[in-house]
C-alpha cells in the first residue's frame, strides 16, 4: 500500500526544472514532521485551515505549484497525455531499433519514456567505454546507470520537441561510437 508518491513533472510533464509534486494518503503527517510554527506565522484559522505550507521541507522554497498550474491551464490534461504517449511510442521505436539491431540488449523491458540497454555479452568496462564516448561524441547524451553490479546506459526521452528521425539519429551515433571503438581496441 502507498503512503505518498512523488514523482519529477519536469522530467515528462512539460513543466522546467525543477517541478515534483509529492501525493500523501495522509497530509497530516507530514505537516507533523514539517511544520515550522513561528509567532509571527500563527493566525486564527490554524486549526480550521488547511495550511499547505506545512507539506514541505521550507518556507522559503519557490512556488513550484504554479509551474504546474500554468502547463495545465496552457496545454491542458489531453496534450500533456498525448505528450507522454509520444515520449513512450518513441522509447518503444528505440528499443525495438535497439532489438532489431542486436549490438545491444535491453536490460529492463522499456517503460514510459526510458531505455536502459548495454552491449550484448559486453563487460562493464566495454559499456563504459561506450557510454563515455558517446558523451564525448557531444551528438547525443546518454546517461549511465548501475544496479547489482551490472553498468549500463540509458536514453530518455522527455522533450516534446523529440521526432522519430531523432531516436534513428541516436541509434545510429550509438553504432557509429560502438564501430569506432570496437576498431581501436
Known amino acids: 500500500m502507498v503512503d505518498t508518491y512523488n514523482f519529477n513533472a519536469h522530467k515528462a510533464m512539460l513543466i522546467n526544472f525543477d517541478c515534483s509534486p509529492m501525493w500523501f494518503k495522509n497530509g497530516t503527517?507530514?505537516?507533523?514532521?514539517?511544520?515550522?510554527?513561528?509567532?509571527?506565522?500563527?493566525?486564527e484559522h490554524q486549526s480550521v485551515a488547511s495550511d499547505y505550507r506545512h507539506l514541505q521541507v521550507a518556507?522559503?522554497?519557490r512556488f513550484r505549484s504554479l509551474k504546474i498550474w500554468f502547463v495545465l491551464r496552457s496545454l491542458g490534461v489531453d496534450n500533456?497525455?498525448?505528450?507522454l504517449r509520444?515520449?513512450?511510442?518513441?522509447?518503444a521505436l528505440f528499443a525495438s531499433l535497439l532489438n532489431e539491431d542486436g549490438t545491444f540488449e535491453l536490460v529492463v523491458p522499456?517503460?514510459?519514456?526510458?531505455?536502459?540497454?548495454r552491449i550484448k555479452n559486453g563487460t562493464n568496462e566495454a559499456n563504459e567505454a561506450l557510454c563515455k564516448a558517446v558523451?564525448?561524441?557531444r551528438r547525443i547524451h546518454l546517461v549511465p546507470s548501475k544496479?547489482?553490479?551490472l553498468f549500463f546506459l540509458r536514453l530518455a526521452i522527455c522533450s516534446q520537441l523529440t521526432t522519430d528521425d531523432d531516436i534513428r539519429f541516436a541509434l545510429k551515433v550509438?553504432?557509429?561510437?560502438?564501430c569506432e571503438l570496437n576498431k581501436r581496441n
Open 80 to 83: 500533456i497525455q498525448k505528450s
Open 174 to 178: 550509438l553504432k557509429e561510437v560502438f
Open 135 to 137: 558523451n564525448e561524441d
Open 110 to 117: 522499456q517503460h514510459l519514456g526510458l531505455v536502459c540497454f
Open 147 to 149: 544496479a547489482h553490479g
Open 29 to 43: 503527517t507530514a505537516t507533523k514532521y514539517f511544520n515550522v510554527e513561528p509567532v509571527y506565522l500563527k493566525h
Open 86 to 91: 509520444k515520449q513512450n511510442e518513441q522509447a
Open 59 to 61: 518556507l522559503g522554497r
